[in-house]
C-alpha cells in the first residue's frame, strides 16, 4: 500500500495493476495479430518495469537514443531498436553496443548508410525510416526511387543488414476522432504496403514494416497488414491519450502526486509544489483557446480517484503548479496534504523524475541518463 | 577552447565571460543601489557557478526548492532562502537544515507559521510573502490587517524570526516593453512601502523589503525603495528575456548544442538531436499564432555566433527538434554538424542537463536532485 508520510516533493507514482493491464492487452492484441511486438522504453524508463514486460513474452524493444539502447543492454535486453535518425557522434556508442546486441538503426539517407559501412567493426540492421504522411523524419514514402536506392546499398555492404521500412504516424496526435485515427492506420499501411511493393519490384524480397504511435496501435482491434509495432506511451498513457480516446481515465497509469502549499478560496487556486520541472510544459488547449497542465484529483493510501471535475492545473512555474477548482473541492484540502496530477503528456512528466513510487509502496529507479 | 569532438549529443554550453559579466552587471548595480544581492541559483544549479558569484562578494543566496538549499548548504553556503511557500511535509530537511545554517523561509498562512514553531528546534528566519500583482502566491498587498497579524506572531513565536516582506513581480514577464517593466518595478516598490508603513505603524518598525525577477532587476537603472534583490535567470538570460529587452542578444550565456541528424531541402527542415527532453516545451508565440522553441545558430571552437536570421525551432517532440531555416542556410549544414540552440527558457532548459560545458573546454557539473 502506497505510505502517503513517504511522499514529501512532487513524486511520481504508478498503478502497477493498471501498468500491467496496458500491456497485457497490448501485447495480447500483438501476439493474436502475429505481429512482432517491440515496446517503446522511452516513456517509462526503468528497468524494473522492462522486466514487467517480460513475463509478457517481451524479448526486443525500442529506444530513442544510444543512451537508453546502453542502460536497457546492460539491464539484459540483447535485441534494441533506437527509433532516432543514426546520430554520427555517436559512433563509439554504436559500435560498442553493435559489438554487444543486437542493435537495430534508422537508416534515412546514402551518407549515413555509407559512414557506418565505413566506421563498424560488427554488422548493424538497418531499418529505413519512411515519412508516411506526419512530415517530421524519413524518407517520403512515395519517393520510392530514392527509398529502393538506400534499401540496395544497405544489402550491399557487410556491416549493415536490411530489416525493412518503419514509420511513426506521428500525425494521428493531433486526430479528433477515432475513427480519423483508424483512417491514419489504414493509410499509413497502405503507404507502408506501396514502398514493399516497390521494394519487392525491384528485387528485395524481404522486407517487413514497423509501425509505433501509441493512438493508432491502442485504437485498432487487429494490427493488418504490419510485421512489428512499436507503442511506448501505452503504458501510463496520461491526458492527451485519454482526450484522443486512445484510452479511458481507468487506462491512466501514472500521476504526479504534489504537496498543496498555498489555499487561494477567493479566486479558487490551489497552489502545489509540482511545476514545469515535474510534469513538462506539454499542455491540452481547451475552448476559448486556454491552456491546461493536468487534471487534478485525490490520492488516498489506495490510489487516486478520478479526475474532479473543473479541477485543472491552469499554470506551471518552474516549481509552483496553478490548480483551479470549485469552492467545494476547495473546502476539502488544507496546506500539507496531497493532490494527484494526471499530466498531460506521460512521457514528458516520466522523464523528469528519478524514480516511481507504485499503489504497492515499492520505490522503481528509472535510467539516469 | 571548446573541443567539439566532445560534444556528441545535445548538451549545454556556457560562455564563462559571458556568465562572469552578467553576474558583475548586476551585483554591482546592487552594490551602487546600497542592497544586499541574494541571487536565485534555480538558474545555474551548479556549486561552481555558485563559487563565481563569491569572486564578486556574493555571501547569501535564494533557492526554489529543500533539494536544492541541501546542496548549496553542503557546498558552504551559510545563508539561503527558499523562495517557495513552506511545504509543510518536508519538515525534517527544515529542521535539519535550520540546526546548521541560517535558513530562511517564506510565510504565508498563519497555519504554516503554527506548524513551524511547534515542530522547530532552532530557529528560522521568515519573509511574509506578498503578492504585489502578480496573483500567482502571497498575501494581496492590500490586505495590511492580515499581514499586520502574520508578522507579529511571527514576532511573538521564538522560533521564528520576522525578516520582512518579499515579492516575486512575475507579471513583468508578460510586459510588452521596458517602459511597463519599469512600471512595473515602480509599482511593486510602492505596493511593498505601502504594506511596510501599515507594518511600522502597527509598530513593526524592522522589516526589509526583497523583491526578486530579472526583467524589473535588469532594467531599472539602480534598485531604489528595497533592501533586497534576488533575480536569478540574469545569470544565462535566454530568448524570451531577450525579447523581453531584459538583456541583448550578446549577454546571452547559454546554449544547447545539438548535433544535425536529418535534412529536409525541399521544405527547408533540418532535425536536429535535442528535444523538449534537452530544451524543455516553453515557447515563444510569434505573429499569427506560430510558436518558436528556440533560435539557432552555428558552433564552433570559439564559441557560437549570433542567432541566424529566420532560422527558428518551430517544433520538438521528445528527443527531435524541428528547425525551419532558408536554403542557403540549409547548405551550410552537413549530418554529424552540431548547432547551438538559444533556449527560450534558460532555468527550464538547464534543468533538463546534469552538466555545462564551457567555451573554456570544461565540463561543470550540477546538482543531481
Known sequence: ??????????????????????????????????????????????AVIGNWFRNFGTRCITVSSLDMAMYFAEHGWDDITVAFPVNLREIDKIRDLASRI???????????????????????GLWIKIDS????????????ESIVLLAKQIQRQSKTEFCGILTHSGNSYSASSLAEIRTIY???????????????????????ISIGDTP????VDTFTGVDEVRPGNFV??????????????????????????????DRHHMVVYGGAV??????????????????????????????LPDAQV??????HGIIQLSPEQMAQFRIGDLVAIIPVHSCLAANLHKKYYTLDGEWIPMAQI
Not at 504522411?133 to 520510392?144: A, C, E, L
Not at 499501411?189 to 522486407?207: D, F, N, P, S, Y
Not at 513538462?280 to 479526475?307: C, H, N, Q
Open 133 to 144: 504522411g506526419y512530415r517530421r523524419t524519413g524518407m517520403p514514402w512515395k519517393d520510392t
Open 236 to 265: 501510463f498513457y496520461d491526458a492527451m491519450q485519454w482526450r484522443l480516446g486512445s484510452c479511458s481515465e481507468a487506462d491512466i497509469a501514472m500521476v504526479v502526486a504534489c504537496p498543496v502549499v498555498a489555499l487561494y478560496p
Open 186 to 208: 489504414a493509410e499509413t499501411v497502405h503507404r507502408m504496403q506501396t514502398v514493399r511493393k516497390a521494394l519487392t519490384e525491384a528485387g528485395i524480397t524481404q522486407c517487413e
Open 102 to 124: 543486437r542493435l537495430n538503426l534508422l537508416a534515412l539517407s546514402p551518407e549515413a548508410v555509407t559512414f557506418l559501412q565505413n566506421e563498424l567493426q560488427s554488422p548493424v
Open 1 to 46: 500500500m502506497l505510505d502517503l508520510n513517504q511522499i514529501i516533493r512532487p513524486t511520481a507514482i504508478i498503478d502497477q495493476r493498471r501498468v500491467l493491464n496496458n500491456i497485457a492487452r497490448m501485447s495480447e492484441k500483438a501476439h493474436k495479430s502475429g505481429v512482432r511486438f517491440r515496446p517503446h522504453f522511452k516513456t517509462h524508463q526503468s
Open 314 to 319: 491552469i499554470a506551471l512555474s518552474q516549481e
Open 216 to 219: 493508432c496501435c491502442s485504437v
Open 278 to 307: 515535474h510534469l513538462s510544459k506539454d499542455f491540452l488547449l481547451m475552448p476559448e483557446r486556454r491552456k491546461i497542465f493536468g487534471y487534478v484529483t485525490s490520492l488516498l493510501s489506495g490510489g487516486w480517484g478520478p479526475a
